[in-house]
């Protein structure tokens, strides 16, 4: 199907199938959970000899249309379109994600996020940071306020208007013991994930960011293929030749992660059948050492 974008098939495509006359919170909670359990968070058309445009029409034909899924600045970029379509107030921020080599944050507005008031209550939504580090919902505004999700304890801190966000996490309990020391695991308490101020931006401001992350060779996502898709019980992701399934095991205090190494003529078949992806072009996996955890 090609033609003028719109809301239905965006709805399809997330399986939403609610009422969006009214844009309220209820509503906002259902079409974030159910887009990043049907959107994968993926950079692989730089993988695939392809470049990932910031382009609404091009995402939509992508993500929509050719069931494909996206990096922040396709998945975000797509998603705020989505909320303004329906009604939100929703305004665009820049965030820098954190660097647990340097322990700060990286010096770019690199990951894309979105402001969103309802009736006077603001609310931050993110689609597309993948892995264990997605929230399902939108999260409060609220500094220091604890906010539980499958994945854990999400926190965002307000320290004089720079907005810290971080994930209290559950202990990675590991099946295979070929990945017992795997860098792609996550062995900390609490995870920083990325800073931001409320400063509105324009899809302009991130034109050079979106080169940069594709381009330079110091780049995770020249380092890496990535695909992560959250499941009602936790999420999947194929980091490389790496394929892992992670359950949440809240009430156990763990996180249980089922991980091996596929080869190139799995590579196909995983994608279409654990994340529903079907690359037009030949995908060359990348797993180069960069610091990247599930």
Known sequence: MTGKMNLEEYFKRIGFHG???????????????????????????????????MDLEIIFNKIVRNNRGGWCLENNFLFG????????????????VFNSISNNFGPHESHLIHKVVIDGEAYITDVSFGVSFQ?????????????????????????????VLEKTCRKPEILNPDFATSSLVDRKGTKT??????????AKDFFQINHTLQTDPSSL?????????????????????????????????????????????????ILWEKFGVKLQNKLQPVNNKHIYTL
């Open 19 to 53: 009422s969006c006359d009214k844009p309220d919170l209820a509503t906002l909670k259902s079409i974030h959970t159910k887009h990043v359990m049907s959107i994968p968070f993926e950079n692989l058309s730089i993988h695939c000899g392809e470049k990932n445009i």
């Open 81 to 96: 379109w989505v909320l303004r379509e329906m009604g939100y107030d929703a305004s665009m921020l820049a965030s820098r």
């Open 135 to 163: 929230v399902l919902e939108p999260l409060e505004l609220i500094s220091g306020k604890d906010q539980r999700q499958a994945p854990g304890v999400f926190r965002l801190i307000d320290k004089e208007g720079v907005w």
């Open 193 to 202: 994930i990325y800073c931001f101020t409320l400063e509105p931006r324009e």
């Open 221 to 269: 996502f020249t380092n890496k293929s990535v695909c992560s898709l959250q499941t009602p019980t936790g999420f999947r992701a194929l980091i490389g030749w790496t394929c892992s399934e992670v359950t949440f095991k809240p009430e156990e205090g763990v996180d249980v992660l089922d991980m091996r190494d596929i080869t190139d003529d799995e590579i196909e078949q």
